[in-house]
């Protein structure tokens, strides 16, 4: 199969909230009051904890269609822990992201105990956001058409 492009673009309303498109959607990207925010969307790490879910939940029908058994539904709860001391400038060994990031998934589903344990193998295998998460990825970061005010 040939790649497929995927791309949003966006930009700030105010420093904490950002708005996003991507095709026909609106995304509003924003932090909670207790983080400077105005609480009017999901952060930036939550949204990565959605993108997850979301991404797991598709490869879990795929995946039970493949495997030839009934999928009625997937409740998804994911969580992680960070700590923001980086990101406000402070001094600290953690990282600015994610130290661990737990998922449980409760298929409601005709199938053995094995099969899910089948299932959950190949839909870690095969989710691309897992991927990315779990592996290194080449991130690219340019500046275009800065607006610089002269020293």
């Known amino acids: ?28 990207i924003d932090e909670p009051e207790g983080l400077g925010g105005t609480d009017q969307g999901a952060n930036p790490v939550e949204f990565l904890l959605a993108a997850y879910a979301g991404c797991l939940n598709v490869m879990g029908h795929i995946v039970a269609r493949e495997l030839g058994f009934g999928l009625k539904s997937i409740r998804i709860e994911a969580e992680g822990d960070l700590n923001p001391a980086k990101v406000f400038g402070h001094q600290t060994t953690d990282r600015p992201g994610y130290k661990e990031i737990r998922v449980n998934i409760f298929p409601e589903a005709d199938a053995a105990e094995s099969t899910l344990a089948k299932w959950l193998e190949i839909i870690e295998s095969r989710c691309p956001v897992n991927d990315n998460l779990i592996n290194p990825t080449p991130v690219k970061i340019n500046l275009k058409n800065a607006t610089v005010k002269a020293a």
């Open 1 to 28: 199969m040939a790649d497929l492009k995927f791309s949003i673009s966006g930009e700030n309303v105010n420093p904490t909230k950002f708005v996003a498109r991507s095709r026909q959607f609106t995304l509003t």
